[in-house]
Nanobody, 129 residues
Framework: QLQLVESGGGLVEPGGSLRLSCAAS????????IGWFRQAPGKEREGVSC????????DYADSVKGRFTISRDNAKNTVYLQMNSLKPEDIAVYYC??????????????????????WGQGTQVTVSL
């Protein structure tokens, strides 16, 4: 069964850290660029970060630049989002997704949601005292 499963969300105090994981089953994650997205209540989905298939290209939303780091461990078939200095405005459900680029596209990624067609179920991140 093809799946993307996010984990690592939870409740953290402002200034704290969480590491989200996006684990793939049924397919090799290193064949795809991967994006992290988030959606807060009443807000549109936001592209938070992405990483290219070869891991050499990453991109971040301005709102998280310098605080979040995306990485991939192909041996574990997992992509991570390390989130530091968390703020209340980071509260959202976080989703990972698989991009739809041709196999020849190895060094590109995008934070545009319409370039992703396979999504996980999401993990909740809450930042509060």
């Amino acid at each position: 069964q093809l799946q993307l499963v996010e984990s690592g969300g939870g409740l953290v105090e402002p200034g704290g850290s969480l590491r989200l994981s996006c684990a793939a089953s049924g397919f090799r994650l290193d064949y795809y660029a991967i994006g992290w997205f988030r959606q807060a209540p009443g807000k549109e989905r936001e592209g938070v970060s992405c990483i290219s298939r070869d891991g050499g290209t990453t991109d971040y939303a301005d709102s998280v630049k310098g605080r979040f780091t995306i990485s991939r461990d192909n041996a574990k078939n997992t992509v991570y989002l390390q989130m530091n200095s968390l703020k209340p405005e980071d509260i959202a459900v976080y989703y990972c997704a698989r991009a739809t680029y041709p196999p020849s596209i190895r060094s590109m990624c995008s934070r545009r949601g319409n370039e992703y067609t396979f999504w996980g179920q999401g993990t909740q991140v809450t930042v509060s005292l």
